[in-house]
């Protein structure tokens, strides 16, 4: 049974700090990897998007990378910035209906 | 651009009443989902479905029913609620499941069962 885990839970850091969240998966048949991002009280956001044969995917300050080998995906955010603070969240595609979660690391970027 | 719409955000339901979550999406999308989501948890999916009159069970079915009549409306039943069904629901769309990848989000329908 497919597990998604993220470390840490919570994380705070001062602003402009370069910092990666951490996503581990227990088994590597996925199809594709995906990162959110949720704000207190609002809906998810899809940030990044992984497929199962890429390696890395971009998008502005964002990087997140995958190693299916060993179970592991990361996001890496440059230059952080108060407006960064969320939850992010990794989830896994399992099927192609069934995207399996983790619990979510809340970041705090303090000014 | 509405996206992914649910009502109500709110509400508090009083053991064993019923109600229903309201879903509706204007992205022509064909898959459909409804989430539970609890403190400290991952998302788990209770319904999908891959178009009108398809549906299915996700991993915790259970206290819960869906329909699709129409490509737009994902309504999710609970019926006879219970406290375990105090969450945070959320409904969610995409075009065609893994292949297209991103997944749109409604805002959430905080539910309390006291």
């Known amino acids: 049974k497919q597990e998604v885990t993220q470390i840490p839970a919570a994380l705070s850091v001062p602003e402009g700090e370069n910092l990666v969240l951490n996503c581990s998966f227990t088994d590597s048949a996925i199809y594709n990897l995906q990162w959110f991002r949720q704000d207190p009280g609002k809906g998810l956001t899809s940030l990044l998007l992984?497929?199962?044969s890429q390696r890395e995917q971009t998008s502005g300050r964002l990087n997140a990378s995958l190693d299916k080998s060993s179970g592991r995906s990361t996001l890496y955010i440059a230059a952080s910035q108060p407006g960064d603070s969320a939850t992010y969240l990794c989830a896994v595609w399992a099927s192609n209906y069934q995207l399996i979660w983790g619990a979510g690391t809340k970041l705090i970027i303090k000014p | 651009n509405a996206g992914v719409t649910q009502t109500p955000k709110f509400r508090i339901l009083k053991i064993g009443q019923s109600m229903t979550l309201q879903c509706a999406q204007d992205m022509n999308h064909n898959y459909m989902y409804w989430y539970r989501q609890d403190p400290g948890m991952g998302l788990k999916l209770i319904y999908y479905?891959?178009?009108?009159?398809?549906?299915d069970k996700g991993e915790v079915p259970n206290g819960y029913n869906v329909s699709r009549s129409t490509t737009e409306d994902f309504p999710l039943r609970l019926e006879l609620a219970a406290p375990s069904q105090t969450s945070v629901y959320f409904c969610?769309?995409?075009?065609?499941?893994?292949?297209?990848?991103?997944?749109?989000f409604g805002e959430g329908s905080r539910l309390t069962v006291l």
């Open positions: 992984i497929q199962s």
């Open positions: 969610a769309s995409s075009l065609d499941g893994r292949y297209a990848g991103e997944l749109f």
């Open positions: 479905s891959v178009g009108a009159g398809i549906t």
